[in-house]
Protein backbone atom coordinates (compact mmCIF):
# COMPACT_ATOMS: atom_id res chain seq x y z
CA UNK A 1 0.00 0.00 0.00
CA UNK A 2 1.47 3.13 -0.91
CA UNK A 3 2.41 5.81 1.68
CA UNK A 4 -0.23 8.47 1.86
CA UNK A 5 1.47 11.87 1.08
CA UNK A 6 0.06 15.24 0.41
CA UNK A 7 -0.59 16.29 -3.18
CA UNK A 8 2.12 18.77 -4.04
CA UNK A 9 -0.27 19.68 -7.28
CA UNK A 10 -2.87 22.22 -5.45
CA UNK A 11 -0.25 24.25 -2.76
CA UNK A 12 -3.19 27.12 -1.95
CA UNK A 13 -5.60 24.08 -1.32
CA UNK A 14 -7.26 24.89 2.40
CA UNK A 15 -6.57 22.18 4.90
CA UNK A 16 -9.91 21.90 5.83
CA UNK A 17 -10.32 19.85 2.49
CA UNK A 18 -9.26 17.25 5.13
CA UNK A 19 -11.45 17.55 7.34
CA UNK A 20 -14.98 15.86 6.67
CA UNK A 21 -16.45 16.89 9.84
CA UNK A 22 -15.99 20.52 9.11
CA UNK A 23 -18.69 22.38 6.76
CA UNK A 24 -18.07 24.60 4.20
CA UNK A 25 -20.14 27.00 6.10
CA UNK A 26 -17.29 26.60 8.95
CA UNK A 27 -14.91 27.52 6.76
CA UNK A 28 -13.79 31.16 6.08
CA UNK A 29 -14.30 32.33 2.51
CA UNK A 30 -11.85 32.50 0.15
CA UNK A 31 -10.72 36.42 -0.36
CA UNK A 32 -11.71 38.09 -3.86
CA UNK A 33 -8.52 37.79 -5.45
CA UNK A 34 -8.48 34.26 -4.48
CA UNK A 35 -11.73 33.55 -5.84
CA UNK A 36 -10.80 35.76 -9.27
CA UNK A 37 -7.59 33.63 -9.55
CA UNK A 38 -9.11 29.95 -9.26
CA UNK A 39 -11.67 30.80 -11.12
CA UNK A 40 -9.51 32.10 -13.79
CA UNK A 41 -7.60 28.57 -13.66
CA UNK A 42 -10.80 27.27 -14.06
CA UNK A 43 -11.76 26.16 -10.74
CA UNK A 44 -13.92 25.54 -8.17
CA UNK A 45 -13.91 29.28 -6.60
CA UNK A 46 -14.32 27.69 -3.39
CA UNK A 47 -12.08 24.78 -3.20
CA UNK A 48 -10.18 25.21 -5.78
CA UNK A 49 -10.09 21.73 -6.61
CA UNK A 50 -12.77 20.22 -8.94
CA UNK A 51 -13.40 21.23 -12.70
CA UNK A 52 -15.70 24.74 -13.00
CA UNK A 53 -16.48 23.46 -16.73
CA UNK A 54 -17.34 20.34 -18.46
CA UNK A 55 -16.79 22.17 -22.03
CA UNK A 56 -15.35 24.59 -23.38
CA UNK A 57 -17.68 27.08 -21.59
CA UNK A 58 -20.33 24.78 -19.71
CA UNK A 59 -20.52 25.19 -16.31
CA UNK A 60 -20.77 22.11 -14.06
CA UNK A 61 -23.82 21.81 -12.22
CA UNK A 62 -21.75 21.30 -9.19
CA UNK A 63 -18.16 21.09 -7.87
CA UNK A 64 -16.85 17.40 -8.22
CA UNK A 65 -14.55 18.16 -5.44
CA UNK A 66 -16.79 19.87 -2.65
CA UNK A 67 -20.19 20.27 -4.55
CA UNK A 68 -20.68 23.54 -4.69
CA UNK A 69 -23.89 24.42 -6.31
CA UNK A 70 -23.07 26.72 -9.68
CA UNK A 71 -26.20 27.81 -11.16
CA UNK A 72 -26.78 30.77 -8.56
CA UNK A 73 -23.50 32.26 -10.45
CA UNK A 74 -23.98 33.19 -13.82
CA UNK A 75 -21.62 35.04 -15.54
CA UNK A 76 -24.55 36.07 -18.76
CA UNK A 77 -22.34 38.34 -21.23
CA UNK A 78 -19.74 39.66 -18.83
CA UNK A 79 -17.12 37.42 -19.76
CA UNK A 80 -17.58 38.22 -24.17
CA UNK A 81 -17.57 41.72 -22.78
CA UNK A 82 -14.27 42.23 -20.87
CA UNK A 83 -12.48 39.33 -23.43
CA UNK A 84 -13.43 41.47 -26.45
CA UNK A 85 -12.15 44.72 -23.97
CA UNK A 86 -8.83 43.15 -23.63
CA UNK A 87 -8.13 41.55 -27.16
CA UNK A 88 -9.19 45.28 -28.62
CA UNK A 89 -6.59 46.56 -26.28
CA UNK A 90 -4.32 44.61 -28.47
CA UNK A 91 -5.67 44.78 -31.94
CA UNK A 92 -6.36 48.33 -32.15
CA UNK A 93 -2.75 49.65 -31.06
CA UNK A 94 -1.49 47.19 -33.33
CA UNK A 95 -3.13 47.66 -36.34
CA UNK A 96 -2.58 51.06 -36.06
CA UNK A 97 0.73 51.16 -35.60
CA UNK A 98 1.38 48.53 -38.33
CA UNK A 99 -0.47 50.82 -40.47
CA UNK A 100 1.82 54.13 -39.37
CA UNK A 101 5.55 52.16 -39.70
CA UNK A 102 4.44 49.51 -42.68
CA UNK A 103 1.53 50.88 -44.50
CA UNK A 104 0.58 47.42 -45.58
CA UNK A 105 -2.40 46.69 -48.25
CA UNK A 106 -5.60 46.51 -46.78
CA UNK A 107 -5.60 42.42 -47.08
CA UNK A 108 -2.73 42.04 -44.85
CA UNK A 109 -4.06 43.63 -41.89
CA UNK A 110 -7.32 41.71 -42.52
CA UNK A 111 -5.32 38.81 -43.03
CA UNK A 112 -3.40 39.86 -39.53
CA UNK A 113 -5.60 40.97 -37.84
CA UNK A 114 -9.46 39.39 -38.08
CA UNK A 115 -7.69 35.93 -36.86
CA UNK A 116 -6.27 37.35 -33.72
CA UNK A 117 -8.95 39.15 -32.71
CA UNK A 118 -11.22 36.39 -33.02
CA UNK A 119 -8.48 33.37 -31.77
CA UNK A 120 -7.48 35.39 -29.09
CA UNK A 121 -10.96 36.12 -27.79
CA UNK A 122 -12.00 32.35 -28.34
CA UNK A 123 -8.84 31.46 -26.25
CA UNK A 124 -9.36 34.20 -23.32
CA UNK A 125 -13.17 33.75 -22.73
CA UNK A 126 -12.98 30.31 -20.72
CA UNK A 127 -10.17 31.73 -18.62
CA UNK A 128 -12.60 34.85 -18.02
CA UNK A 129 -15.39 33.52 -17.54
CA UNK A 130 -14.07 31.61 -14.84
CA UNK A 131 -12.91 34.66 -13.19
CA UNK A 132 -16.24 35.81 -13.45
CA UNK A 133 -17.81 33.42 -11.85
CA UNK A 134 -15.69 33.39 -8.83
CA UNK A 135 -15.86 37.02 -8.46
CA UNK A 136 -20.04 36.91 -8.68
CA UNK A 137 -19.26 34.06 -5.82
CA UNK A 138 -17.28 35.82 -3.32
CA UNK A 139 -19.29 38.89 -4.36
CA UNK A 140 -22.30 36.23 -2.69
CA UNK A 141 -20.62 34.97 -0.11
CA UNK A 142 -20.64 38.57 2.02
CA UNK A 143 -24.65 38.90 1.90
CA UNK A 144 -27.18 37.35 4.36
CA UNK A 145 -28.44 34.05 3.70
CA UNK A 146 -32.40 34.37 2.68
ZN1 LIG B 1 -15.32 23.08 -5.16
Redesign the pocket.
Known sequence: MPAMTPSLAEPTAEPAMNLPTRSWSQVPPATFWMALKRGFRRH?P??G??ALFKGYLTVNEE?P??G?VMEPYRSDDVPAYFSILLVGHIVVPGLLALEKFAHPAEWVQLAIWLPVTLFGTLALLPFIKGAVIGAIWRSKQDKPAA
Do not use: A
Open positions: CRCRGCSCL
